[in-house]
């Protein structure tokens, strides 16, 4: 048991060192593996100080994000959509990666928010995919650097009625608005 308490001693000062390295808030940083499960005396159990040493080497799962692909829409081409076929839109409002649509606004554009880094789906650039931190702390997909929402008024996949509004614009496959067909 002292060469596993050992390993994962070494594994937690390795990856704290390299988290200091790191800017906070730093995607690429994990969390340090959990502690083990205490027995009520106060120690842990042999089981919990294997487990644990095993996990200080594993690294730590992804979450998987919400996917993002090309696909014909509302008659005027290919534009992105998410996993179900729904239109995705940028907002010429936001001329930097942060949103600027918050409260009734993302009422009627709900952003796209995913749990981890989203992937690409068919027709899709993953170099342009991002992730940016709206101020409720959730993580919105971006691509080319826009934020990406949903209209709230289209029901179905392939609608495109945020296309009638003004600074609203369905995405191509290179980041850029599509006007219309």
Not at 108 to 126: C, I, K, Q, S, Y
């Amino acid at each position: 048991m002292p060469k596993v308490r050992a390993a994962a001693a070494l594994a937690a000062l390795l990856l704290a060192a390299v988290c200091a390295a790191c800017a906070p808030g730093d995607p690429r940083i994990s969390p340090l593996p959990g502690r083990p499960a205490q027995q009520e005396s106060g120690t842990a159990s042999p089981d919990a100080e294997a487990e644990a040493g095993s996990k200080a080497s594993e690294p730590a799962p992804e979450v998987p994000g919400v996917q993002v692909a090309l696909a014909e829409g509302a008659g005027f081409g290919p534009i992105l959509v998410d996993a179900q076929g729904r239109t995705l839109y940028l907002f010429e409002g936001d001329t930097s990666t942060r949103s600027t649509c918050y409260e009734d606004c993302a009422t009627m554009w709900p952003p796209l928010t995913t749990p981890g880094f989203p992937t690409a789906g068919a027709g899709v650039d993953e170099g342009l995919l991002g992730v940016g931190q709206r101020t409720d702390g959730t993580s919105q997909v971006l691509y080319k650097g826009h934020p990406l929402y949903y209209f709230a008024e289209d029901a179905a996949p392939g609608e495109a009625g945020g296309l009638a509004l003004a600074q609203w614009f369905p995405v191509d496959a290179v980041g850029d608005r599509v006007t219309g067909g």
